[in-house]
């Protein structure tokens, strides 16, 4: 079924957009008018965000891209770098699960 995905018009980020929505997850472009921000934000539950890049397979962030997602990661935000929709399951499951731990720290923080 990857291939079946990863073949379509829109390539990987159309189809791991379409995988999160079925899994009622939002997302959003991040802004174009800078080229160094990553493709986009995933809204997953008790208000955590994961950013993500997409690229083809094998390939790597430019410089400048790399600069970006480590300032994305030092604020705390999980940054991932996407080549395959397979790779996106994968870790998008696991962000989902830390999504849910996220609730539970957010709660103890507050009290």
């Known amino acids: ?21 079925a899994a009622g997850v939002l997302s959003a472009k991040l802004d174009k008018a800078h080229r160094s921000y990553p493709d986009r934000a ?16 094998g390939k790597r962030p430019r410089a400048q891209q790399s600069v970006r997602l480590a300032s994305f990661s030092t604020l705390g935000y999980p940054v991932d770098v ?15 699960s830390e ?10 923080l507050s009290d």
Do not use: H
């Open 42 to 57: 995933f809204f997953l539950p008790n208000a955590y965000t994961w950013i993500v890049e997409f690229k083809r397979r």
């Open 1 to 21: 079924m990857a291939d079946q995905l990863e073949s379509g018009r829109g390539g990987i980020e159309d189809d791991c957009v379409l995988i999160a929505n």
């Open 82 to 96: 996407i080549d395959s929709v397979d790779d996106f399951r994968s870790i998008f499951a696991e962000r989902l």
């Open 99 to 108: 999504s849910r731990s996220w609730k539970r720290r957010r709660a103890a």
